[in-house]
């Protein structure tokens, strides 16, 4: 079955920065779009970011426009998600998601909590 | 953006019971392709989200056929024929019409 390892959360002071690391198996990766999903502590889903198969297109959601970079590598078989002036706000555990088809994500990985905090 | 309000909240339901979800988009989700999405997902207390059902009705492998989908243009609705124990959790709509993508607020099941 489709694996999804996500790494990289950690406590950051606000205005710092992370990077954010997914690696993905069991699946052509460089056939799929990718996302970022987040969820802040106790809060619903939200959908961060998605790229396309050569990284030629990238979304965001408006609040991380700017700040947050989506990229792979799919010789790695990875994603990343750099984040700059990490806000309060941003804090959530983030999921590496696997888009699969269209209008759609199906597989998830297990997340990495983000803290930002002084 | 394309707004997504999904009903109720919460959910106490009997076991043995059916239970129903609800979710309403602030503009229709048939894309130019022809096919309608909206999605749903279950996510249990710790775990991450499991896909349940796409482009409405298409139940994903595995999902017991307990659970249904249904709905068209902006109004869909999480049908569960009769809850079991491992049911709880909460639940979540997702439209993937065009980005960024929302979800639901997400409803919590629970076994009364």
């Known amino acids: 079955e489709v694996q999804l390892v996500t790494s990289g959360g950690d406590l950051v002071q606000p205005g710092g920065s992370l990077i954010l690391s997914c690696v993905g198996s069991?699946?052509?990766?460089?056939?799929?779009?990718m996302s970022w999903v987040r969820q802040a502590p106790g809060r619903g889903l939200e959908w961060v970011a998605v790229?396309?198969?050569?990284?030629?297109?990238?979304y965001y959601v408006d609040s991380v426009k700017g700040r947050f970079t989506v990229s792979r590598d799919n010789a790695k078989t990875s994603m990343f998600l750099q984040m700059n002036s990490l806000r309060a706000e941003d804090t959530a555990v983030y999921f590496c998601?696997?888009?699969?088809?269209?209008?759609?994500?199906?597989?998830w990985g297990q997340g990495t909590l983000v803290t930002v905090s002084s | 953006d394309v707004v997504v309000t999904q009903s109720p909240v919460s959910l106490p339901v009997t076991l043995g019971q059916p239970a129903f979800i609800s979710c309403r988009s602030s503009?229709?989700?048939?894309?130019?392709?022809?096919?309608?999405?909206m999605n749903w997902f279950h996510q249990r207390p710790g775990q991450s989200p499991r896909r349940l059902i796409y482009?409405?009705?298409k139940r994903d492998s595995g999902v017991p056929d307990r659970f249904s989908g249904s709905g068209s243009g902006t109004d869909f609705t999480l049908k569960i024929s009769r809850v079991e124990a491992e049911d709880v959790g909460i639940y979540y709509c997702?439209?993937?019409?065009?980005?960024?993508?929302?979800f639901g607020q997400g409803t919590t099941v629970e076994i009364k």
């Open positions: 503009q229709s989700l048939v894309h130019s392709d022809g096919n309608t999405y």
């Open positions: 069991r699946f052509i990766f460089s056939a799929d779009w």
């Open positions: 790229m396309n198969r050569d990284s030629s297109e990238k």
């Open positions: 997702m439209e993937g019409l065009r980005w960024p993508w929302t």
């Open positions: 998601v696997r888009n699969g088809a269209t209008g759609t994500v199906d597989y």
């Open positions: 482009q409405v009705s």
